[in-house]
């Protein structure tokens, strides 16, 4: 699988960039700025995927592996990001919006969010050969760095708060609204439905799944019922957090802590606090390693 995908490296990445400029150049063309959503939703999924900036696990591994690495690409990517909105805000091309101070609702929120973070926790990227491939190829189709992914995210996180302004939301990235109105869609579908944040999280999906394909990951394994019932259930946990604070890692921290809001601040340490707490107790039997 890995094998056959390395070979057809090449016509994945032209067919994925043929259909990104080909979307982008539709909405130049029409003013349909919405359809700019689509592109940034890939290429935050691709980042992603590419530098496994998962913020449950990097918060975790800061315990359980001494691992502060994805914890400082978390940081990397909100300072670029803070960087950018401030360019935006200076040339007067947004008006910065930061979430309004809710926090009950943030520490809550955070507390269950955080908590239940460690019950997802999947294992990392699966080890990479020794040969050395051309460069273009070592970035589509090999691990990044989670700096690197960071820097990458960061500097997306401008023009995709442009992107999420000219289609009339004003706001960074965000995911949590995003499954939320699609379920909308889904299930009432004359409520009002935020279209540039369902095609986000649409595309962040086809994103990661494009580069777990590049790489060969992207393949499903089998796992113990007990920890497919933990998973489940952990799911529905962080996903209860996110409504209670209206936001998840992307929206609440990625993009609120760069917008420098203090309810932002509440959730982080809360979740931060919560994750490390349970990982503690549940994945390291409470004893320090």
């Known amino acids: 699988m890995a094998s056959q ?20 150049m539709t909405a130049w063309l029409t003013r349909l700025w919405v359809l700019t959503a689509p592109p940034v939703g890939f290429l935050f999924g691709f980042f992603l995927q590419r530098g496994d900036l998962c913020g449950s696990s990097a918060f975790s591994e800061v315990l359980l592996l001494r ?40 520490l809550a929120g955070g507390v269950v969010f955080g908590a239940c973070g460690p019950a997802v926790i999947i294992a990392g990227p699966s080890p990479q050969g020794a040969n050395r491939p051309p460069w273009l190829q070592r970035v589509l189709t090999r691990p990044w760095r989670p700096w690197q992914a960071g820097l990458m995210i960061g500097l997306l996180a401008g023009p995709a708060y442009l992107s999420s302004a000219a289609s009339g939301r004003n706001y960074p990235l965000g995911v949590t609204n995003g499954v939320l109105h699609l379920q909308q869609l889904l299930i009432d579908s004359q409520k009002h439905v935020v279209w540039w944040l369902v095609l986000v999280v649409a595309a962040l999906v086809l994103g990661a799944w494009v580069a777990g394909r590049l790489s060969g990951q992207a393949r499903l394994l089998p796992k113990p019922p ?64």
């Not at 805000?89 to 979430?99: E, M, R, S, T």
């Not at 609440?252 to 707490?277: E, K, P, Q, R």
């Open 67 to 106: 691992d502060r690495s994805k914890v400082y690409g978390l940081w990397i990517l909100i300072v670029v990001a803070m960087l950018g909105f401030a360019l935006l805000d200076v040339l007067d091309l947004v008006q910065l919006a930061p979430k309004q101070l809710l926090w009950l609702s943030y």
């Open 5 to 24: 995908t390395s070979a057809h490296w090449k016509s994945i990445s032209w067919v994925c960039a043929g259909l990104l400029a080909a979307v982008l």
């Open 226 to 289: 007990e920890q497919i019932v933990t998973a489940f259930v952990g799911g529905i946990l962080v996903g209860m957090g996110a409504a209670f604070a209206n936001g998840c890692v992307v929206g609440n921290i990625m993009s609120g802590l760069a917008l420098m809001s203090v309810g932002m601040v509440i959730f982080t340490a809360a979740t931060i606090l919560a994750n490390w707490l349970v990982t503690w107790l549940y994945l390291m039997g409470g004893a320090g390693r």
